[in-house]
């Protein structure tokens, strides 16, 4: 297999992946929206992605200190405990709906013990899924825990917050990728910490048959050697913030009073995911040139593109479901 024809389908799987992940996002935000699981009261709020943003930052400080400091196994313990938290919440769609199979028309007289049921289930899976996780962190390992972590949390986010919240979140967050990579840097060693550690913020795709993620050598090393890289890594935020846009359009642009998707609504979500299919494409043209890329500017600029393109032709006019 020659290198040309390796990369570029290694750039294919990783869009694949994407693509997934966003699905399955899209398969999760109805559920969610039944459960309740909308994180804020008011999803019009424009101080949420301020707030948001100001975590995001505080975070990545504290996980560079504790890096700093040796102290990797707290920045382990604790994206873990968070990944398996996400687990739960997501595994719990699925159980219940096999229950409620399974019940029949018996459910309303084991509501109470089914209940508990699916707690324990669901814990009990997560926690199990944790310690593969944690045991076992190789690649296929991690991109599997992370496609289904970031599809409840593109559900959840997309549910939780507007439209013009959300632009203002994913329009602050480019800006912060592309500072972090090109001007501080602190971007690649934020990946560097979470790579050595095999957590599931950064997706993994191999370039050659036999990759060990254990032995992956770290990426300002490689990067100060010019080694060619053995892997092609993508943080898991790069498919969150595009994704939540395309639940965000199938929520608060539906008609419906239970903000249940409409054709319409579902009609916008697909041109704001082919949107950042194509941010998607640019991105990786830049990536095959070998050095590190901030990946939301293009993903969240092709993700509003698509939105404001699908919108257009949906509705005949340019409020965006802002105005």
């Known amino acids: 297999m020659t290198d040309w024809f390796r990369e570029r389908t290694t750039v294919l799987a990783m869009g694949v992946i994407f693509f997934i992940t966003v699905i399955l996002g899209m398969l999760l935000a109805i559920p969610f929206l039944e459960m309740g699981y909308q994180a804020f009261e008011d999803p019009q709020d424009i101080r949420i992605p301020l707030l948001y943003v100001i975590l995001i930052i505080a975070f990545s400080g504290l996980v560079l200190f504790l890096a700093k ?61 944790t310690w593969i ?117 199938m929520t608060f642009l539906s008609t419906n009073q239970d903000m249940s998707p409409t054709v319409d609504s579902v009609a916008v979500g697909f041109a704001t995911l082919i949107g950042s299919l194509v941010g998607y494409a640019v991105l990786m043209r830049f990536v095959l040139k070998g050095r590190p890329q901030a990946g939301l500017p293009l993903l969240n600029a092709g993700a509003i593109l698509g939105f404001a393109f699908g919108y257009f032709i949906v509705f005949r006019d340019l409020g965006m479901g802002i105005w």
């Open 69 to 129: 400091k040796k102290r990797l196994g707290f920045i382990q313990g604790f994206i873990l405990f968070a990944s398996g938290l996400a687990l739960m919440y997501v595994l719990f769609v699925p159980y219940s709906y096999l229950l409620g199979w399974l019940a029949g028309p018996q459910l309303p007289y084991y509501y109470d013990e089914l209940g508990y049921l699916l707690l324990i289930m669901s814990i009990g899976t997560a926690v199990f899924l």
């Open 133 to 249: 996780l944690y045991k076992y962190p190789e690649w296929y390992v991690v991109n599997t825990i992370g496609i289904v972590i970031g599809a409840g949390i593109i559900a959840i986010l997309g549910i939780s917050l507007g439209i013009l919240p959300l632009f203002i979140l994913m329009i602050a967050l480019a800006a912060y990728d592309a500072i972090s990579v090109y001007k501080t840097k602190h971007m690649i060693a934020l990946a560097d910490v979470v790579t050595e550690k095999h957590l599931p913020v950064v997706l993994v795709m191999p370039k050659k048959r036999g990759y060990k993620l254990k032995k992956q050598p770290s990426i300002k090393k490689s990067l100060a050697e010019n080694r060619r890289r053995e892997a092609m890594f993508m943080g898991l935020g790069d498919i969150v913030f595009p994704g939540s846009l395309v639940i965000s359009a």
